[in-house]
């Protein structure tokens, strides 16, 4: 049975069971969650509201409505539906770093700078949230400060390729050829 047959198995048993329990937030999300998969995006949006409407605090709801909506192009509507996650589970580094990103996209690095910010308070010794800030600071021309991120991220996971190529890409970006070729060396 193929990936497809088997989200369309599931989806088609969703409406006999929400059908019957009309009412269960979990439900509703799981319906979102089939329809999601089977790329049937707006169906999805529908499902996870029906969810949100029975009961408001259910974070994965939000989650996958905020993915959903980035993935149609709703990007500033996407974000409503993480900050909103965000209210019910505040101390959540990807919910932090998912609004980073999410800010980014809009073209808010000053905001998605606090974000990443606040993802590594939460926890230090995530990789990827030093090098979502590095990649934010370069793009805001705070090289210096960048670099420092990219080293931290660096620190953190000395094998991390993506870190290490941030790195040499923002170096060699901004002239230091002579760096850039030192981390190659170094690799």
């Given amino acids: 049975m193929t990936l497809t047959k088997q989200g369309e198995d599931k989806e088609e048993h969703q ?3 929400v059908g019957v329990y009309p009412k269960s937030a979990i439900l509703w ?15 999805a949006l529908v499902a996870y509201d029906k969810a ?16 959903v909506l980035n993935c149609l192009g709703r990007t500033e509507y996407a974000l409503g539906a993480n900050e ?7 101390n959540s580094i990807e919910l932090w770093k998912n609004r980073g990103l999410l800010l980014e996209l809009l073209g808010r690095a000053e905001e ?26 370069n793009d805001l021309d705070r090289f210096e400060e960048a670099l420092l991120a990219f080293d931290k991220a660096i620190e953190i996971d000395p094998k991390d390729d993506f870190a290490s190529y941030v790195k040499g890409k923002a170096l060699l970006n901004n002239g230091k050829y002579e760096w850039t070729r030192k981390i190659l060396k170094q690799q």
């Fill in 84 to 90: 909103k996650a965000i209210e019910i589970y505040p």
């Fill in 29 to 43: 999300y799981n319906k979102g969650v089939d329809l999601s998969e089977l790329d049937r995006k707006e169906e």
């Fill in 112 to 137: 998605a700078l606090l974000a990443f910010e606040k993802a590594i308070e939460i926890n230090p010794k995530d990789g990827e949230a030093w090098i979502n800030m590095g990649l934010d600071l």
């Fill in 52 to 67: 949100i409407e029975i009961y408001p605090n259910l974070r994965e709801a939000w989650i996958n409505k905020g993915f």
């Fill in 15 to 17: 409406p006999e069971a």
